[in-house]
């Protein structure tokens, strides 16, 4: 039965206990009995539904960035897409990996133990072909990788590794070492055969070469943060992130604001006739004594308090406090 009834179902059902067909009591006893689900010891499920969820969201984003970086880094068009985020014992993924094969082994602190991030070897000529001038479609042939087609792969695999920092800095502050490349999977087992690992899975295409991209990331690595996989905290960190963001380049663009400041030397009153009096030579006898502090303005508002004098042969002004708030002024 399912679980949810149509109408005509439940209409059927309440005719049957008005006539005595079905008895309420014996359906009651039915639902009280334990259900028992299967479960398979061979493959143990140890990450939920929902935190694969959200590692699918991160490694959405990954591959967003890894398709803008590998499109300029090879300059040809890059396309690359999740498909699948799943959990799996790990011999049945170091079982799936082929012969010759590119596996880079990659710490992935601060958390404890490695992933292995496994590209297929047809897309790594691809991009090898790209990196020494080629156009990337020549790549039938399967072959071992020589040492400088390592060298290229490795300084090409240490810039992928810096973006997980930036599609893992919602749940953690990631800081990736890639240790080594392997090429048999044979000298690649990081745990044991039997642990769970996460699987993610991920297509690209580069130019007309397709093949496929493996994050193999062991239950063990990520098991201390897993509270943290969830779309709830990561949208919530995401949110913060962006106002943290917003108020810094706010508080950014204060800083750099330009205003006017002023000292005042000080102030005196005058009628209107002695100011139309007033020659080149006469002097006027201000309020404020030599030796007094002079007002500094910020705009038209007392902000400091200070003494002139002369440094480096110029008028300067020396703070010596800073006006309080609900501090009396004089007019200005």
């Known amino acids: 039965m399912s679980e949810v009834l149509s109408q005509s179902e439940i209409d059927a059902l309440l005719k049957a206990l008005d006539s005595g067909e079905v008895d309420a009591q014996e359906i009651k006893e039915d639902s009280n009995e334990r259900k028992v689900k299967k479960y398979d010891f061979r493959n143990p499920q140890k990450i939920a539904k929902e935190q694969l969820r959200t590692l699918e969201i991160i490694h959405e984003n990954y591959s967003r960035l890894l398709q803008t970086f590998l499109s300029g880094y090879l300059r040809a068009p890059v396309k690359i897409s999740v498909l699948t985020v799943d959990q799996y014992a790990y011999s049945e993924f170091s079982n799936s990996i082929s012969n010759p094969a590119f596996l880079s082994i990659v710490k992935f602190k601060p958390l404890n133990g490695e992933i292995i991030v496994d590209m297929s070897p047809k897309t790594a000529f691809a991009a090898i072909d790209r990196l020494l001038g080629g156009d990337g479609e020549n790549v039938d042939e399967i072959r071992t990788f020589t040492e400088i087609e390592l060298t290229l792969l490795k300084r090409m695999m240490n810039k992928v590794l810096d973006l997980l920092k930036q599609a893992w800095e919602n749940v953690i502050e990631l800081n990736p070492i890639l240790e080594k490349i392997e090429t048999n999977s044979q000298f690649a087992q990081i745990i044991s055969p039997t642990e769970t690992v996460a699987l993610v899975t991920m297509n ?118 800073v006006v309080k708030d609900g501090e009396e002024t004089d007019d200005q």
């Open 204 to 321: 690209i295409s580069i130019g007309k070469i397709e093949g496929m991209i493996n994050l193999c990331i062991p239950h063990l690595t990520i098991e201390p943060i897993l509270n943290k996989l969830s779309t709830k905290f990561w949208f919530s960190n995401k949110n913060n992130d962006h106002d943290d963001e917003n108020t810094k380049l706010l508080e950014k663009n204060i800083k750099n604001t330009l205003i006017t400041m002023k000292a005042q030397l000080g102030s005196t009153k005058l009628t209107v006739r002695e100011i139309l009096d007033l020659e080149v030579g006469d002097v006027i006898k201000l309020n404020e004594k030599q030796g007094d502090e002079v007002k500094i303005l910020v705009k038209s508002n007392p902000k400091f308090h200070g003494i002139p004098g002369v440094k480096n042969k110029k008028m300067s002004v020396k703070i010596t406090r």
